[in-house]
């Protein structure tokens, strides 16, 4: 048999990965391929997961760390995968806080495991209002200096930069990002693309699913303590909740504003949101409704929107924001309690919900050359 190729697809937290590997998913399926997908968190209950799976795709999640941080995890998965739906390309998602993905996943996967996998070069995707700001091209709220060391660390690594979101800046800036990003990090192959609306996605898919394998620069170096203090400064939140209601309700208008009202109380206390990302999935079907919010000052979005009433299903709420864990707990709670007050008959049962920050990284492998 030949190898299976194994993709990558890294970036900050926001970036629209996920809507990227359900685009390259499709687009490898629509060419007759078997596609496995992996997603990664640091805890239980992921919308990437509920969302992936609702378009039919095998997807396993791995969670309680990074992929840096269980290896043997993610190839148990691929293992699973393998003997459900023998994929011949894999599309693993790690969390968006993690970096140094090459020495510690891409290239162990090469040397320990390169008679089963070919490995596609590292893409690392940003948010271009995020990216804006980070390199200094753009006014805003941004994240603090150890939290923008692991920013920088991920575009470093990176052998394909994927400024995606470009429906979102005019020509003029999207050329401005682009060129500070190809002359910031020379290395990587910057493409500029919308996973929304498809725009550039055919030069990317390109360069993963069918062109080189992954390179064989020296991996680059990384303070841990540094990493590990500003993947701590995030607070992490997963909320998993059972709706109930005596009538069909309007489940994105729901989701708008249960959304809204987590926002307006983080952005009360200045916190600066990474992601927050809910998902409603009616108890009977496949429908799902997504929303997402990238910035504390930017607007709740709904990429998937329900197409019926919903009396019955699962929410799931993933909230990471420079912020303490304790007062994403609060704004979540508080949020639902009041989003079920003010709508008669409806119940919002929370099933589990955990507030956290990241543990230091610590690498199963960790390769200094491929």
């Keep these: 048999m030949s190898k299976a190729r194994y993709i990558m697809i890294g970036g900050f937290l926001g970036a629209g990965k996920t809507t ?69 390309v894999f599309i693993a998602e790690p969390v968006g806080s993690c970096t140094d993905l090459k020495a510690s996943v891409s290239y162990p996967l090469r040397r320990m495991y390169g008679d089963s996998y070919s490995v596609a070069p590292l893409t690392v995707l940003v948010d271009p209002v995020r990216a804006e700001r980070i390199l200094g091209l753009a006014e805003g709220k941004a994240f603090t200096k150890k939290v923008v060391y692991v920013y920088e660390k991920q575009l470093e690594e990176a052998e394909v930069i994927v400024v995606n979101k470009i429906d979102l800046l005019t020509p003029e800036r999207r050329a401005r990002l682009a060129a500070a990003l190809a002359e910031r990090f020379p290395k990587a192959r910057v493409v500029e693309a919308s996973a929304r609306t498809g725009d550039g996605l055919t030069d990317w898919f390109d360069l993963v699913a069918g062109g080189a394998d992954l390179g064989s620069e020296p991996a680059m170096d990384v303070d841990y303590a540094l990493y590990a203090e500003g993947e701590a400064l995030l607070g992490w939140l997963n909320c998993t909740a059972e709706l109930t209601a005596d009538a069909p309700v309007d489940g994105n208008a729901l989701l708008r504003s249960l959304a809204a009202r987590v926002h307006a109380r983080l952005v009360g206390q200045g916190a600066e949101i990474a992601h927050l990302k809910m998902t409603l999935t009616p108890a009977a079907g496949s429908d799902i409704a997504v929303a997402n919010l990238v910035r504390s000052d930017g607007v709740v979005e709904l990429s998937h929107e329900l197409a019926a009433d919903v009396d019955a299903g699962e929410l799931i709420v993933n909230l990471r924001a420079e912020a303490d864990p304790a007062a994403l707990k609060a704004a ?32 199963t492998h960790r390769f200094a050359e491929a």
Excluded: W, Y
């Excluded at 396993?60 to 290896?71: A, K, L, Q, V």
């Design 20 to 88: 990227a590997i359900l685009k390259l998913a499709e687009h490898l399926r629509d060419a007759g391929k078997r596609v496995g997908l992996i997603t990664n968190d640091q805890s239980v209950g992921l919308v990437d997961t509920a969302l992936l799976a609702s378009h039919g795709f095998a997807t396993e999640e791995i969670t309680g760390g990074c992929f840096c941080c269980r290896f043997n995890s993610l190839t148990d998965a691929a293992d699973r995968l393998t003997e459900s739906s023998r994929p011949e």
């Design 332 to 363: 979540v709670e508080e949020a639902i309690e009041e989003t079920v007050m003010q709508a008669p008959g409806l119940l919002l049962g929370v099933r589990h919900l955990e507030h956290f920050r990241p543990g230091k990284p610590e690498p």
